[in-house]
C-alpha cells in the first residue's frame, strides 16, 4: 500500500479555512501533505474515493474517564454529592484492573465510532493510558491525585509522582501523561500547592475539575453544604477557602497556560476574565453538566473573552453518549437557551469547539484539530446526510447524526464502517460480565 494516499470528498472541512466542495486532503505517511480542491490536487499515490461524504478533522474530546464506561445508566437521579461518593464505591468494590482497562477499551471505540480521534482522559489508574496505547488512539493520560487532608499532602504527592515517573516511561509520541489534582473536595490547598510547583518542574500538563457545582461552591466560599459535612466526619477542617471555586487553584498558582479547567460551571464574569488573561484551556462538558443537574456554563462568555475551550463528555457515568458532535450540538442549544440569542453559538462556532477549539484547550492544535499541511493525519469521514447540503456546519451539528465512515490517526484507519478491530471479543465479554455485576451491586444497595 502506498504511504501517500488522496482521500476525496464531497466536502472536505479543514476548520481552520473554509469549507471545500469537491476536495481533497493529501496524506503521505502520518502527515498531511496538501487540502485543497480535488481539480487542483497533486498527481501521485494512491486514490480514496469517499464519494458523497464530509471530511473532517479527527474529533477532540477534551475530558474522559474512560476506565468508567461500564456505569453508563448506573447512577441515574442521584444528587451530585450522593453521585460521587456512589461512582467511588461502585468503581472500589466491584471492578478491578482487568475490568477498567476493558472498559476504557469500550469508551475508545465508541468514541472511534464517533470520529474522535483525540482523548484527554483523567483517571486514578493505569487503565485508560494502557488502552488508548494498545488502540492507537491520540491522548493525554492525565494522572489523577486525591488527599483531603492536608497533613497527607506529602504521602499523596509521592505516590503521584511515583505512579507518573512509571507512565513516562511508556508514553508515546500519541500518548502523553499530565497530572490531574482532581477538585476542591478533594485535594487540600497543600497538595494543590505542592503539585502545582512539581508539575511546573518537571513541565505537565495539569487538568482539575473546578467550579462544577452549587455544592462544591458552598464547600469553597463557605465550608458548608455536603462535601464539608462529609469531610468534617473524617475530622478534616472545612475553613472558607475564596469567593469562588476559582480562588482554590488560582491561590495554588494553577491558573497558568499548561492547566485545563474543567467544567467552569458555576464561574463569575470576573472568573471567565482571569480564566481568559492565564491562558487556560476549558474542557466544556453540556451533557454532563445537564445530566448533573448541575447548570449551564458561561460559554457563550467564556468565548468572547477569548478563552481556550473544546468540548468534552465526561464519564459514561454522567453522560449516555461519547459524541462530540452531540456535546456540540447541546453545546449551542443550551447557550441559545441561557442567552435568549438564537444566534449564540453558531453551528460553525459548536463545530470549531469540537476540533480546533478542543486542540487549543488540550495544547496540541499543533498537531491536530484542522487539516492543514504539515499537521497529524487525523481525520474522520462522515456520511453526507442528505442530497443537498446549503451549510455542511450546519449538517454537521444539527442535521441527522451523520454515520462514521472512517476514523484515522496518525494516517491509520481505526474504524472503518462501524467495524473497530482493536476491540477484541475478550474486552467485549468482559464490559458485559463487570456491566451485570455492577447493576446487581446497585440494586443490593438501593434494597438496603
Not at 165 to 194: E, F, I, K, N, W
Not at 296 to 311: E, I
Not at 391 to 402: N, S, T
Request: with cysteine; net charge negative; aromatic share 6%.
Amino acid at each position: 500500500m502506498a504511504a501517500r494516499v488522496r482521500w476525496h470528498a464531497r466536502w472536505v472541512v479543514p476548520v481552520a479555512t473554509p469549507p471545500i466542495e469537491q476536495g481533497t486532503v493529501i496524506t503521505d505517511g502520518e502527515r498531511i501533505e496538501w487540502v485543497g480542491p480535488r481539480a487542483q490536487a497533486p498527481a501521485g499515490g494512491r486514490d480514496e474515493d469517499l464519494g458523497d461524504a464530509i471530511l473532517t478533522p479527527g474529533l477532540v474530546n477534551t475530558h474522559t474517564h474512560l476506565d468508567l464506561t461500564v456505569l453508563r445508566g448506573l447512577l441515574a437521579g442521584l444528587p451530585f454529592f450522593d453521585w460521587v461518593r456512589t461512582l467511588v464505591r461502585a468503581s472500589g468494590e466491584v471492578l478491578d484492573d482487568v475490568d477498567r482497562e476493558a472498559s476504557a477499551a469500550l469508551g475508545i471505540a465508541e468514541g472511534l465510532l464517533a470520529g474522535v480521534t483525540t482523548y484527554a482522559d483523567t483517571a486514578p489508574n493505569d487503565a485508560p493510558f494502557n488502552a488508548m496505547r494498545a488502540m492507537g488512539v491520540r491522548g493525554i493520560a492525565y494522572r489523577e491525585v486525591f488527599g483531603p487532608d492536608p497533613g497527607d499532602a506529602g504521602k499523596s504527592l509521592a505516590l503521584l509522582q511515583d505512579q507518573v515517573a512509571a507512565m513516562r516511561q511508556r508514553a508515546t509520541d500519541l500518548v502523553r501523561v499530565g497530572v490531574s489534582p482532581h477538585a476542591p473536595y478533594s485535594v487540600s490547598d497543600a497538595l494543590y500547592a505542592a503539585v502545582a510547583q512539581w508539575a511546573a518542574a518537571e513541565r505537565l500538563p495539569v487538568a482539575v475539575h473546578i467550579a462544577e457545582s452549587a455544592d462544591e461552591t458552598s464547600l469553597v466560599t463557605r465550608g458548608a453544604g455536603a462535601f464539608a459535612t462529609f469531610l468534617q466526619g473524617r475530622g478534616i477542617a472545612t475553613p472558607p477557602r475564596g469567593g469562588e471555586a476559582l480562588d482554590v487553584i488560582a491561590n495554588a498558582s494553577l491558573l497558568r497556560r499548561d492547566t485545563l479547567l474543567v467544567h467552569c460551571v458555576e464561574v463569575s464574569a470576573a472568573g471567565v476574565a482571569r480564566i481568559a488573561d492565564a491562558g487556560c484551556g476549558v474542557a466544556h462538558c453540556p451533557a454532563s453538566n445537564a445530566w448533573l443537574g448541575n447548570g449551564v456554563a458561561p460559554l457563550l462568555a467564556m468565548l468572547r473573552a477569548g478563552v481556550k475551550v473544546g468540548l468534552g463528555s465526561d464519564s459514561m457515568a454522567s453522560n449516555d453518549r461519547m459524541d462530540i458532535l452531540e456535546e456540540a450540538r447541546f453545546a449551542s442549544l443550551a447557550q441559545r437557551t441561557a442567552s435568549g440569542q438564537p444566534e449564540a453559538v453558531s453551528a460553525q462556532q459548536a463545530f470549531r469547539l469540537a476540533t480546533l477549539g478542543g486542540a487549543e484547550a488540550l495544547g496540541l492544535d499543533a498537531e491536530v484539530g484542522s487539516l492543514e499541511a504539515g499537521k497529524a493525519a487525523d481525520f474522520a469521514v462522515f456520511a453526507a446526510p442528505s442530497a443537498e447540503i446549503g451549510d455542511v456546519y450546519e449538517a454537521l451539528v444539527f442535521g441527522p447524526r451523520p454515520r462514521t465512515l472512517r476514523t484515522v490517526v496518525a494516517g491509520r484507519e481505526l474504524q472503518r464502517d462501524g467495524q473497530v478491530s482493536a476491540l477484541t471479543p475478550a474486552q467485549r465479554a468482559r464490559t458485559d460480565a463487570a456491566t451485570e455485576r455492577l447493576q446487581r451491586w446497585r440494586r443490593s444497595q438501593q434494597s438496603v
